[in-house]
Nanobody, 122 residues
């Protein structure tokens, strides 16, 4: 069965960097989309970035130029490299995956989720 396990979260000062990892297993990379979401306390889950086999997408204007999504196909790991972190980036970060052939911002598009990793910027 499909499993997604995030790691790499932690506490960092404003302006710092973190790299989140999502180890993916049991997933078939056909018509796929892989994504990173985040959810701050009291707020809705927000799509951050995603990628399919052809391209990457940015959903949150606030992360443009600061957050990069990449995938190591050999290791089945999805990364989110975050630079110039701000206090407003504080949230639980989740990776998500689906084989529906469409990348988008709605959490309902994704059938598979990790447990999340906490990022705190202060």
């Amino acid at each position: 069965h499909v499993q997604l396990v995030e790691s790499g979260g932690g506490s960092v000062q404003p302006g710092g960097s973190l790299r989140l990892s999502c180890q993916i297993s049991g997933f078939t990379y056909i018509n796929y989309c892989l994504a990173w979401f985040r959810q701050a306390p009291g707020k809705e889950r927000e799509g951050v970035r995603s990628r399919d086999q052809d391209a990457t997408q940015v959903y949150a204007d606030s992360v443009k130029g600061r957050f990069l999504i990449s995938r190591d196909a050999a290791k089945n790991i999805l990364y989110l490299q975050m630079h110039s972190l701000k206090p407003e980036d504080t949230a639980m970060y989740y990776c998500a995956a689906d084989m529906g052939g469409y990348c988008g911002t709605a959490p309902d598009l994704y059938n598979y989720w990790g447990q999340g990793t906490q990022v705190t910027v202060s």
